[in-house]
């Protein structure tokens, strides 16, 4: 069966010599793996270049129900990025959020408005000129509204504390330590209030910006099974002042 989907790159891993296994988020079918065979010449289409992390592609493929790779019958760019590619901090963030997405969709099957969510906001990065450095916080804190567990500010009120287990603002002490503070848990109330338009306007240095990117994925690691430490996360941690 042909299916025709707009795909976002995860993960690249080289097999062999002349292939590769490429995860992708797809618009019509989730998670999938394909197995790409790279030409050795400048004339085949499947070339290197356009499995970078977090490429937007259009694609049709062969879709076999009872292979785990799947092969693609014709692909082409989808949205052409203009700085991703070419603004150091661009790079290292989307190689970051490439990593985490490989992890968080591991299971994801066809979800539109989260596929949607992704695009939309690797359109807005690529489009922006200044006032990203928090765009993965917000990316990452937005993307939880998605999986399932995305924190409710009702309850939230001064000095309260927050579960990361529960996902929730609480005024009585969990029996685990999974929980932040009263002063994080003001801070991720204020995190759940940016967005990517006015997220430039609060002000945080590398080390406050550093923690919360740490409180943000041990949030995930407890809600999302079997999720490890992100490889590209020291280079992302010396970005931005």
């Not at 296994?21 to 999938?32: A, N, P």
Request: proline share 4%.
């Amino acid at each position: 069966m042909d299916v025709k989907t707009t795909a976002v790159v995860l993960r690249t891993i080289k097999y062999g010599d002349s292939s590769l296994i490429v995860d992708m988020l797809t618009e019509q079918m989730g998670r999938v793996s394909f197995l790409v065979r790279t030409p050795k010449t400048q004339k085949g289409k499947l070339k290197k270049q356009l499995f970078q992390p977090l490429t937007i592609l259009s694609l049709v493929f062969d879709y076999r129900q009872r292979s785990s790779l799947q092969r693609i019958r014709d692909i082409a760019i989808a949205v052409p990025y203009i700085t991703i590619p070419a603004v150091a901090p661009k790079i290292a963030t989307a190689i970051f959020l490439a990593e985490f997405l490989s992890y968080v969709t591991r299971d994801e099957q066809r979800n539109t408005p989260l596929f949607e969510y992704i695009v939309s906001s690797l359109r807005w990065l690529d489009d922006a000129d200044s006032g990203y450095a928090n765009f993965h916080l917000v990316f990452m804190m937005r993307l939880s509204r998605f999986i399932g567990f995305w924190p409710n500010l009702d309850d939230y009120c001064e000095g309260c504390l927050f579960d990361l287990r529960e996902a929730r603002f609480t005024t009585v002490a969990p029996l685990h330590n999974d929980v932040l503070k009263a002063a994080e848990a003001r801070q991720v109330c204020t995190l759940m209030r940016m967005s990517y338009s006015n997220m430039h306007v609060f002000r945080m240095n590398r080390s406050q910006r550093n923690r919360i990117t740490d409180i943000i994925l041990l949030f995930y690691r407890l809600h999302v099974a079997d999720m490890p430490e992100m490889k590209s996360l020291a280079v992302l941690k010396e970005l931005f002042d």
